[in-house]
T-cell receptor
Framework: KAGVTQTPRYLIKTRGQQVTLSCSPI?????VSWYQQTPGQGLQFLFE???????NKGNFPGRFSGRQFSNSRSEMNVSTLELGDSALYLC????????????FGSGTRLTVV | SQKIEQNSEALNIQEGKTATLTCNYT??????LQWYRQDPGRGPVFLLL?????KEKRKERLKVTFDTTLKQSLFHITASQPADSATYLC?????????????FGKGTRLHILP
């Protein structure tokens, strides 16, 4: 079966711009979560959506937001980009949270210049 | 503050031997502990999950132990192979409560030497 698909794979943006990243979960998975991965901080949880509702949120500023659609696809938006937002953004899906583990996509590599 | 630590940045193990990776944590009450493998340029791949009330779990050549008193998990790969070379991440997940939902260690890079 198809895995978790993230688009685009690479993105270069200018400081101050905004960006939208997309994630298509595995069919039947209703939970979608987003993570930021940097060499310094490692993998950090941004937020989780389940059935179109944000269920959990990490410790990131309000510039980071997301949403989930009725088909479980999810988007993440970062407004007013800063140089420090350069990172690998990963999306993961699961049937319902941790019990079955998370299936990650290959990520979107965002570079802010 | 919540903290999760994984042993040494890199671990070199001879092929055929058992690789043991450590994950320690403080100030966190996990319901689940998970181990992932990550290869360069790829997302993490789920390997094993163990619940707070479980002591050990196995899957093929993999074994995970979880000691909530010591606040430690050990991850073992037996009969290691060069293909096992990767970064291994430990993750703790909480349900409800005041802890962050999920936290990850920074990973241990494992090199299996032929």
């Amino acid at each position: 079966k198809a895995g978790v698909t993230q688009t685009p794979r690479y993105l270069i943006k200018t400081r101050g711009q905004q960006v939208t990243l997309s994630c298509s979960p595995i069919s039947g998975h209703r939970s979608v979560s987003w993570y930021q991965q940097t060499p310094g901080q490692g993998l950090q949880f941004l937020f989780e959506y389940f059935s179109e509702t944000q269920r959990n949120k990490g410790n990131f500023p309000g510039r980071f937001s997301g949403r989930q659609f009725s088909n479980s696809r999810s988007e993440m938006n970062v407004s007013t980009l800063e140089l420090g937002d350069s990172a690998l953004y990963l999306c993961a899906s699961s049937r319902d949270g941790a019990t079955y583990g998370y299936t990650f996509g290959s990520g979107t590599r965002l570079t802010v210049v | 503050s919540q903290k999760i630590e994984q042993n040494s940045e890199a671990l070199n193990i001879q092929e055929g031997k058992t690789a043991t990776l450590t994950c320690n944590y403080t100030n966190y009450s996990p319901a689940y502990l998970q181990w992932y493998r990550q290869d360069p340029g790829r997302g993490p791949v789920f390997l094993l999950l163990i619940r707070e009330n479980e002591k050990e779990k196995r899957k093929e050549r993999l074994k995970v132990t979880f000691d909530t008193t010591l606040k430690q998990s050990l991850f073992h790969i037996t009969a290691s192979q060069p293909a096992d070379s990767a970064t291994y991440l430990c993750a703790l997940e909480s349900i409800g409560g005041r802890d962050d939902k999920i936290i990850f260690g920074k990973g241990t890079r494992l090199h299996i030497l032929p």
